[in-house]
């Protein structure tokens, strides 16, 4: 992780954050957010996080999987818990749907950015 400095409601702040792809993942105060500078158009590049997906917002270990595939989920529910820097965090769906894919299992070892559900709309791949 690198340290940034960044505007937060027109305050200048030192945040701990990582760069996946085009996206920066940071801290502060507590919570982990994430951030998409503006792209430049440039042609190529690699698919993006999907909104749907619930990705480690850094390295940890995963210590509860509160869903199974097919489960039907809202925004906001609760659906993986994580031990990192000796706190334990509880990642939410982002939107309603089905979960797809789980991609880890209790007792991973995960690092940054890693998709850890998948969650489709419901009626998708149906």
Same mark, same amino acid.
């Not at 917002?57 to 818990?81: E, T």
């Given at each position: 992780?690198?340290?940034?400095?960044?505007?937060?409601?027109?305050?200048?702040?030192?945040?701990?954050?990582?760069?996946?792809?085009?996206?920066?993942?940071?801290?502060?105060?507590?919570?982990?957010?994430?951030?998409?500078?503006?792209?430049?158009?440039?042609?190529?590049?690699?698919?993006?996080?999907?909104?749907?997906?619930?990705?480690?917002?850094?390295? %940890?270990? +995963?210590?509860? *999987?509160?869903? /199974?595939? $097919? &489960?039907? !989920?809202?925004? @906001?529910?609760?659906?993986?818990?994580?031990?990192?820097?000796?706190?334990?965090?509880?990642?939410?769906?982002?939107?309603? %749907?089905? +979960?797809?894919? *789980?991609?880890? /299992?209790? $007792? &991973?070892? !995960?690092?940054? @950015?890693?998709?850890?559900?998948?969650?489709?709309?419901?009626?998708?791949?149906?």
């Amino acid at each position: 992780m690198k340290r940034y400095t960044v505007s937060i409601e027109g305050r200048q702040v030192q945040v701990w954050g990582e760069r996946l792809g085009q996206q920066i993942w940071y801290h502060y105060e507590g919570e982990t957010y994430q951030y998409s500078p503006p792209v430049k158009a440039r042609g190529g590049g690699r698919g993006a996080i999907s909104h749907s997906d619930v990705v480690s917002p850094m390295p %940890g270990k +995963i210590i509860k *999987i509160l869903v /199974k595939v $097919g &489960d039907k !989920v809202n925004s @906001g529910q609760p659906v993986v818990m994580m031990e990192a820097m000796k706190m334990e965090y509880t990642l939410e769906a982002r939107q309603e %749907g089905l +979960i797809d894919q *789980i991609n880890c /299992k209790i $007792g &991973d070892q !995960v690092a940054l @950015g890693i998709t850890l559900i998948s969650v489709g709309k419901v009626g998708e791949g149906q």
